[in-house]
């Protein structure tokens, strides 16, 4: 039982991280970037974009490595 709470946890977190640090970095690194050139909101939509292209790739790594291993 404790093991299982312990890697629900790890892979809660990994999974959260792997989401929020792209999708926040890119949205206000976009947000910054469309002050600085008067393009509002076309580079904080592109960092969107881009980061949910990136989440994809790492939830479809952190599920390919989890289905591999057999889970107790």
Not at 33 to 52: C, E, K, M, Q, V
Not at 53 to 61: D, E, N, P, R
Request: glycine share 6%; net charge positive.
């Amino acid at each position: 039982m404790k093991k299982s709470l312990l890697f629900s946890l790890y892979l809660f977190g990994e999974i959260g991280f792997s989401v929020s640090i792209p999708l926040v970095g890119l949205a206000l690194l976009g947000r910054y970037l469309d002050r600085i050139f008067n393009t509002n909101p076309y580079l904080f939509i592109t960092g969107i974009i881009i980061a949910t292209v990136i989440v994809y790739f790492f939830l479809k790594k952190i599920i390919n490595k989890y289905s591999k291993q057999k889970i107790n």
